[in-house]
T-cell receptor, first 111, second 112 residues
Framework: GENVEQHPSTLSVQEGDSAVIKCTYS??????FPWYKQELGKGPQLIID???NVGEKKDQRIAVTLNKTAKHFSLHITETQPEDSAVYFC??????????WGAGTKLIIKP | DARVTQTPRHKVTEMGQEVTMRCQPI?????VFWYRQTMMQGLELLAY????????DSGMPKDRFSAEMPDATLATLKIQPSEPRDSAVYFC??????????FGQGTRLTVV
C-alpha cells in the first residue's frame, strides 16, 4: 500500500518568511496530491491540490510543486502570517483512489 | 454556507457505555467518511460510504464499532461497549468522490 511521509514534523518560521513542507509517497499510480490545513479545534480543510499532469500550482501565497519521478510534492507558503499557524497534512491518493494521510507538520509562525 | 455537521461536539462517557455520534453530510454529497484522530496514530480512516452503501470499513474494530447511513442526510458511528482507548476526536467528512473530503468540526470523545 501507499507509504506517506511528511517532513519536517514541526516547522517554526519568522512571520514574513517562507515555509516549505515536503511529502514523499510510494505508490507510483498516485495521480492526485492535496494539502490540508487543520486549525486548533477544527477539522482538516483542503487548501490546495495538484494533479499529476501539472508540475506546479499557485493560489495567492500558497503553492504546491510536484515531482512525480522522485515521488514527492511540497507545500510552499510565502510571506507567512500568524493565521498560517496550524497543522498541515498531505494526503496523496493511492491506486484505489483513497486518500492516504501523512502524519502532519505543525507550522509555528513567530511574531 | 454548506458544511458537514457533527453532533455532539464533546462527549464524556464511562467505560462500557454505548456512544453514538451523528453526522449530517453536505447536501448532494454521496461519499461519507468516518475518521479517528489521535496524537499517537494521526488520522485513521474507519469507514467509507458511497451512495449510503458501506464500501470500506476495514479500519474499524468490528467487535465494538458500527457505522450506518439510515438515509442520505444522516450517518452514524456507534461504539458499544466503549473503552478508554477509544478516546479520540472522531471526524465525519463528505464529498462527491473518494478523493474529496469536506470535514466536520469533529466529536471529541473521552471515555473514563
Amino acid at each position: 500500500g501507499e507509504n506517506v511521509e511528511q517532513h519536517p514534523s514541526t516547522l517554526s518560521v519568522q512571520e514574513g518568511d517562507s515555509a516549505v513542507i515536503k511529502c514523499t509517497y510510494s505508490d507510483s499510480a498516485s495521480n492526485y496530491f492535496p494539502w490540508y490545513k487543520q486549525e486548533l479545534g477544527k477539522g482538516p480543510q483542503l487548501i490546495i491540490d495538484i494533479r499529476s499532469n501539472v508540475g506546479e500550482k499557485k493560489d495567492q501565497r500558497i503553492a504546491v510543486t510536484l515531482n512525480k519521478t522522485a515521488k514527492h510534492f511540497s507545500l510552499h507558503i510565502t510571506e507567512t502570517q500568524p493565521e498560517d499557524s496550524a497543522v498541515y497534512f498531505c494526503a496523496p491518493e493511492d491506486s484505489n483512489y483513497q486518500l492516504i494521510w501523512g502524519a502532519g507538520t505543525k507550522l509555528i509562525i513567530k511574531p | 454556507d454548506a458544511r458537514v455537521t457533527q453532533t455532539p461536539r464533546h462527549k464524556v462517557t464511562e467505560m462500557g457505555q454505548e456512544v453514538t455520534m451523528r453526522c449530517q453530510p453536505i447536501l448532494g454529497h454521496n461519499t461519507v467518511f468516518w475518521y479517528r484522530q489521535t496524537m499517537m496514530q494521526g488520522l485513521e480512516l474507519l469507514a467509507y460510504f458511497r451512495n449510503r452503501a458501506p464500501l470500506d470499513d476495514s479500519g474499524m474494530p468490528k467487535d465494538r464499532f458500527s457505522a450506518e447511513m439510515p438515509d442520505a442526510t444522516l450517518a452514524t458511528l456507534k461504539i458499544q461497549p466503549s473503552e478508554p482507548r477509544d478516546s479520540a476526536v472522531y471526524f465525519c467528512a463528505s464529498g462527491t468522490d473518494p478523493t474529496e473530503a469536506f470535514f466536520g468540526q469533529g466529536t471529541r470523545l473521552t471515555v473514563v
